[in-house]
Structures are given as structure tokens and as C-alpha cells.
């Protein structure tokens, strides 16, 4: 029960705007984001002016991943989709060098989907364009991805008659060890014909 009655407001009204959830401010902001992906949140805050609603940038942040999601797809669905591409490769690039490892837990009483361990890839064309075109010069690097998952890009990387960078097969792997550039080299190793590898 309010006992006083003071007609003249102190308080200061706060443009935040509660009722603008991470699903209204992805909608408003999709288009935005689909022109300019790289918009920063200062930016994207400014775009929401325009409407009226001033949101937090946690919420900004929630929002402009949901466009993401839906603009680029789910990593996690991504990830799953690799058996299917390494079959799609195979049937369409005959003397390609394809390998994805999967690792299956039967330990657990609930059956669960195989999950993404490694993944060897080595297109013949570019092979064929090393092996007829490029200078007797092999280099491996690896790269580490961003991401939510995380890992490292193994590559062989040739020298072309320019003297540019020519990828010649590269991995997806778990980390940088002993381990996951066993897998690269073996599968170099097949797709070339064979060489020694030393698994020690």
C-alpha cells in the first residue's frame, strides 16, 4: 500500500531495454550482419539505435552469434557432416587420399555417434600439379584453429614456379604431438607410394 504520494520524479528512466531478447535483436540485426559479418558491437549497438533499443552487449554478443549460427551453420553440426564429405570426395575424385578417424566409446551402456578425431586430405589434383609442375622443395607447417573445437591444421606445402606457396595435402587433427603427425605422415606416406616412418 503506497501511504505518500510525490508527484515530481527523481529518478533517472534507463534506456536499457529489458524486453529485447537475443532472438528480436538477431532479427534486426541479420541483415546488418549478413553485409558487414565483421561488425563490431559498437557498431551493431549503433544499428539498434535506429529501433529504439539499446542493449547490453552480452546480449549484442548472443544475438550476432545466432546470425552467425544461421548464416554459416553449427560447428558441431559441421563437424558431424565430415563422414559424408569424405564420402562425396572419394566417389568424385577417384585417385584422391582420403582418411577420417572417428573415435567410438563402447565403454558406455547408451550407444553414443562416432566423434571427429582426425581427417587426412590430399585432392590428386593438386598431387598431380605438384608432382608435373612445382619445384622438388616439400615443407609441413601447422596452423591452429579457432573456433570452439579448437585443433591444428597439419599442411604439405610445396613451392610452385613462382616461388608461391602450393598446398599439397593437409590434416585436421586434435593437437600438435607425436600422435597426430604420425597420422599425417603415414597417410603422406600412402598417398605418395610409401616411404619409411619411423613410429617410435
Keep these: 500500500m503506497n501511504k505518500a504520494y510525490a508527484p515530481n520524479h527523481t529518478c533517472v528512466r534507463s534506456d536499457a531495454t529489458k524486453e ?5 535483436i538477431a532479427r534486426k540485426i541479420e541483415n546488418v550482419l549478413k553485409e558487414n559479418p565483421g561488425l563490431k558491437p559498437r557498431g551493431t549497438r549503433n544499428e ?4 529504439g533499443v539499446n542493449p ?22 559441421s563437424f558431424g557432416r565430415f563422414p559424408y564429405y569424405a564420402k562425396i570426395v572419394s566417389a568424385n575424385n577417384e585417385r584422391s587420399f582420403v582418411t577420417l578417424q572417428c573415435d567410438i566409446d563402447e565403454s558406455e551402456s547408451i550407444p553414443h555417434a562416432p566423434v571427429f578425431k582426425r581427417f587426412f586430405l590430399d585432392l590428386f589434383a ?3 600439379r605438384f608432382l608435373e609442375g612445382c619445384s622438388p622443395f616439400l615443407g609441413f607447417d601447422r596452423f ?3 573456433g570452439p573445437f579448437g585443433g591444428v591444421l597439419l599442411a604439405a606445402i ?4 613462382n616461388n608461391g606457396l602450393f598446398p599439397v595435402a593437409f590434416a585436421i587433427v586434435e593437437s600438435e604431438c607425436k600422435q597426430p603427425w604420425g597420422f599425417f605422415f603415414e597417410n603422406f606416406s600412402n598417398m605418395l607410394g610409401g616411404f619409411s616412418y619411423n613410429k617410435r
Excluded: N, P, T
Design 158 to 161: 610445396g613451392l610452385d614456379g
Design 20 to 24: 529485447a531478447s537475443a532472438e528480436l
Design 48 to 51: 539498434l539505435k535506429k529501433f
Design 144 to 146: 591452429h584453429l579457432k
Design 56 to 77: 547490453q552487449y552480452m546480449w549484442i554478443y548472443r544475438a550476432k552469434k545466432k546470425v552467425i549460427e544461421s548464416i554459416e551453420g553449427c560447428h558441431a553440426e
Design 126 to 128: 593438386l598431387r598431380d
